[in-house]
């Protein structure tokens, strides 16, 4: 017998009695990894698939045994606050941490966290910097989380993660505590790119699972239904109207089971459950009207609170609800307790709201736009009341409320506490939107622009902003506003590639501008100086750059000092001025030789960088080693990126090839590198590339980089990717393609002046010239050069001319000359730690000396040491060469080394060695690579190498037996 449903029998959607269905899969791939950490865990799907009930059953499950799991979720309205789901997630430990072994850091929390205080240590000092300070909140959020034994930290709806979250979550995981595994979800379609990368490269220990949830099939649908409905079964044309209603999402099923029982149009026929008249009952497909008529059929007081609710997005404490709807604070109550009972709304650790984003966006955009606008006004006023004030909430309500000058107001407040906090993307967007959208003035305007042009190179959408402050300057400004406003757009300008004449331009402009701003004159003028432009007078170039000089004393700010010395600094070098040497020292003077803010360690980057070029080995390991190391400590990624890309071209140049191809490739896939900062890695693989055989590989690396540092303005550059595209064109018997190379990069550098940089292309255009027979070219080129670099602070400058001379004696045929040149040129790379150069000279100086005849011997001898050295080094391409060359000579070698560098059988390698001593002092992979300039993954393979030759499997063990003792009982079964 048929009958309809009792409504009040029918258990409530979404609440406790909800089946999880067709997700066993997931959930015991997901339960499996989280209960062995360290692990990550992310789960990607679209709104209403079931991410948060899945996480969920994982906390009423097996994986929550024994572990405590910490839980924060990210909020569609965001306040300047940053870290806001994790310190969420932290305040739920509460006195779990009474008994935790904290360090005196982990008081950093204490601003953060004032609800949990007494159980933190006593609050820090601040400090001056930033970026220290937020390294230390990292540090202190890392040190708590793994204090409280086996746990799961779980961020949930990442895809509204702010970036200081997401770069939390990179130093987390980078050096993730043995306890802890993190779950993080988010929406795939919404999610950006740096949260996807997070868990796509972790550390060998990690262990990692990703879970795509997919839309229920019409069988999984109907067991949802049935479980809902407390049934064995519904039928399967109930199932497939169910499935095809909702789109296979959970949320979207259980609404419409929600809304068919409401209406009464379920029935029963023995046992099992069908629509009632399916053909009769008009349900639209999406969710949308689904929850409205849930919503309709609640009395008007719960619909009024659900309004306020979908007004307010976010969960909100019961004050704010009640203070937002239009109704007294007894009829508000009522009402809230009927929305909760019906379960349209929900409750989460005293926090109310709508039970799903789906839910509120549908109930909010079918609210009448005045009573809409009204509720914004409210809400604005209900959390202007709370202490502190979470000024972005403010400012959203504001602007939708159509109090446009007021939400100005709250947006500037809101960007200035983002900006404190370090918060630059928060900053930038709360600034955007009133440039974009409100009614300003242009002195209002021009003072948003400003504010935003300050903090635009630190955020994530660079080229958005630019184009935005392009449109401001465009207005009439006040002339001191104009004046740093077009200095901010200059920086954008060059960030984002511009034509370098015009970003020159437009800082002369500003220079001009600026009379009421000395420093940022001053900054402007040094910007001018630095800046080179194809086809000017290298004189007025200098001019420019005196003048900047004069004006540096006056500097008053010491950090920005610091920046400009660097600047200048890295110019000077590029010209072979010796001026260079006393500003680095007054950078190591203002410094203390540790850069510790963002700006500290741009100097040292920078004058490391074009120390590297120019062949200051000694200093440029020096200065790009304690730039690496300082923007580490300032938890500045993309500085780190460009450090560690300048030290793998450094550590070409210098030959330390062990683990180069590998980390230059990681550096150039980075997501978060953007190419001015991945070009050295770039120019590194391409030469090494071409050094070890991988012609192709390194045609089309070096041919890139050349085009893009050309299309950027980084000519000091280009002389080592062009020697490298000569050489490798003349290998292939293309001279007349190297000679066309040669010519243009000797054009181009030499017309900027740029002699310290220009030396290491110079034996290459020599050999190709040679090679074309134009010998006369080679000896002008050769005289010019040794007339420009005479009295010039160029390391490399007697080295390349004694090579190129060499290549100038051979086409004569002047043989022994050439030997004696050759072998000059290598006595002087080796003194400067460039062995790879050496060895080319070497090998050219024992040909020379093979043809001259009567020099066999010698000659031979030469030849054997030159392909030693390639083998040592990894010049596989090399090593054939002159491999090839004896053989032609008949000169005999020693048994063949099939490539690569030489093996070391069961012993240890240097580097091998290297790392096992490090990581026997205890310190982590990440730790070893900072300090060795590797990256962990890198450390981990000569870490694991090392131990499988000694024999141990465990850190411990191998501590032991480098210290001369076997390891202790058991500990060979332990992991890395």
């Not at 979800?185 to 949830?213: D, H, Y």
């Not at 959203?396 to 993307?425: F, K, M, P, S």
């Not at 031979?860 to 000579?889: I, N």
């Not at 030489?902 to 300090?931: C, M, W």
């Amino acid at each position: 017998m048929a009958g309809r449903i009792d409504v009040r029998s029918v258990r409530e959607p979404g609440g406790s009695a909800s089946v999880l269905v067709g997700r066993s899969h997931e959930l015991a791939a997901l339960t499996w990894v989280l209960a062995r950490p360290p692990a990550v865990a992310v789960v990607e799907g679209e709104a209403g698939i079931g991410k948060t009930r899945l996480v969920t059953e994982l906390q009423a499950g097996p994986a929550a045994a024994g572990r405590r799991f910490v839980v924060g979720g990210c909020c569609r309205i965001r306040d300047p606050f940053p870290l806001g789901p994790v310190v969420e997630a932290v305040r739920g430990l509460g006195k779990a941490l009474a008994a935790a072994p904290l360090s005196p850091v982990a008081g950093a929390l204490q601003p953060l966290l004032p609800e949990i205080a007494v159980h933190l240590p006593p609050p820090l000092a601040p400090l001056a910097d930033r970026a220290a300070e937020r390294h230390r909140v990292f540090r202190a959020l890392a040190e708590v989380l793994g204090s409280v034994g086996p746990a799961v930290l779980v961020l949930e709806d990442m895809h509204w993660a702010d970036a200081q979250t997401v770069d939390f979550l990179s130093y987390l995981l980078g050096g993730q505590p043995r306890q802890l595994s993190v779950l993080l979800t988010f929406r795939g379609e919404e999610v950006a790119a740096g949260v996807r990368a997070l868990a796509s490269k972790l550390p060998a220990p990690v262990r990692r699972v990703q879970v795509q949830l997919p839309p229920l099939d019409a069988s999984q649908t109907g067991a949802l239904a049935a479980g809902v409905l407390g049934l064995e079964r519904v039928s399967e044309e109930f199932a497939g109207y169910l499935c095809e209603r909702a789109s296979g999402l959970p949320f979207a099923v259980e609404e419409l089971l929600a809304l068919l029982q409401a209406r009464g149009s379920l029935m029963q026929h023995g046992g099992r459950w069908s629509r009632w008249t399916l053909d009769e009952l008009d349900v639209p497909a999406g969710v949308r009207n689904h929850v409205l008529e849930r919503v309709d059929r609640l009395g008007r007081d719960a619909r009024s609170v659900a309004e306020a609710a979908a007004v307010l997005q976010v969960p909100v404490s019961v004050p704010v609800l009640v203070a937002t709807g239009r109704l007294s604070r007894p009829r508000a109550r009522r009402g809230m307790e009927q929305a909760l009972e019906s379960g349209v709304l929900t409750e989460r650790e005293s926090q109310v709201g709508l039970r799903h984003p789906l839910a509120a966006q549908a109930v909010y955009e079918a609210i009448p736009g005045h009573r809409r606008q009204e509720l914004h006004e409210r809400a604005a006023a209900a959390f202007g009341g709370l202490d502190p004030v979470p000024l972005g909430q403010v400012a959203h309500h504001l602007r939708h409320a159509g109090r446009l000058a007021d939400w100005v107001d709250a947006a500037e407040r809101a960007a200035q506490r983002a900006t404190e906090l370090g918060n630059e993307d928060e900053a930038a967007r709360l600034l955007t939107a009133p440039l974009r959208h409100a009614p300003l003035g242009p002195e209002r305007r021009g003072r948003l622009a400003v504010r935003l042009g300050r903090i635009a190179l630190e955020t994530s959408g660079a080229a958005e902003i630019t184009g935005l402050i392009g449109e401001v300057l465009e207005q009439p400004l006040p002339r001191s506003v104009r004046g740093e406003l077009r200095f901010r757009f200059a920086a954008l300008r060059e960030l984002g590639g511009a034509d370098p004449g015009q970003v020159r331009a437009l800082l002369a402009e500003a220079a001009g501008e600026l009379d009421d701003q000395p420093d940022l004159k001053a900054w402007a003028m040094i910007a001018v100086g630095c800046i080179p432009v194809l086809g000017e007078d290298p004189a007025e170039r200098r001019a420019r750059l005196d003048l900047a000089l004069e004006i540096l004393p006056t500097v008053q700010d010491p950090g920005l000092e610091v920046l400009l010395c660097g600047k200048a600094a890295m110019v000077l070098t590029s010209l072979g001025d010796s001026r260079w040497r006393p500003l680095v020292e007054r950078i190591l003077e203002l410094t203390g030789g540790v850069p510790r803010q963002q700006d500290e360690t741009r100097a040292y980057w920078s004058v490391g960088m074009e120390a590297c070029y120019v062949g200051h080995h000694e200093i440029a390991g020096r200065l790009l080693g304690a730039s690496l190391a300082g923007a580490v400590a300032c938890e500045s990624r993309h500085l780190e990126l460009r450090a560690r890309s300048t030290m793998a071209l450094f550590d070409y140049c210098r030959g330390a090839w062990d683990g180069l191809a590998e980390r230059a490739e990681t550096l150039i896939d980075s997501p978060a590198n953007d190419f001015p900062g991945r070009i050295e890695a770039q120019v590194a693989a391409g030469c090494l590339a071409l050094a070890q055989g991988a012609l192709d590989v390194a045609s089309g690396r070096l041919m890139d980089a050349i085009e893009r540092a050309e299309r950027r303005g980084g000519f000091d550059l280009l002389p080592i990717p062009a020697s490298a595209l000569v050489r490798l064109a003349l290998a292939r018997g293309r001279v007349g393609d190297a000679v066309a190379s040669a010519r243009r990069v000797v054009e181009t550098v030499e017309s900027i002046g740029l002699w310290g940089p220009m030396v290491r292309v110079l034996p290459a255009v020599a050999e190709a010239l040679a090679a074309a027979g134009q010998v006369r070219e080679v000896r002008a080129l050769v005289n010019r050069c040794a007339r420009r670099l005479r009295g010039l602070d160029a390391p490399l400058a007697a080295a390349a001319l004694a090579h190129a001379r060499g290549f100038l004696a051979a086409a004569g045929d002047r043989w022994s000359t050439a030997a004696g040149q050759f072998r000059a040129a290598a006595e002087h790379y080796e003194r400067l730690g460039c062995p790879y150069e050496a060895a080319q000279a070497r090998e050219q100086a024992a040909s020379a000396l093979l043809a001259a005849g009567g020099q066999e011997a010698p000659g031979e001898a030469a030849l054997r040491a030159v392909l030693a050295t390639y083998q040592e080094l990894g010049a596989t391409w090399d090593a054939a060469r002159a491999a090839q060359a004896a053989r032609e000579r008949g000169v005999s070698l020693p048994s063949r080394h099939r490539g690569g560098r030489r093996g070391y059988g069961s012993d240890l390698s240097p580097r091998q060695r290297e790392v096992a001593e490090l990581a026997a002092t205890g310190r982590t992979n990440k730790q070893i690579g900072a300090e060795l300039f590797l990256s962990p993954s890198t450390v981990n393979l000569h870490l694991v190498a090392a131990m499988k030759k000694l024999g141990v499997h465990s850190r411990t063990a191998l501590a032991h037996l480098l210290a001369g003792r076997r390891p202790v009982s058991g500990e060979q079964k332990q992991t890395i």
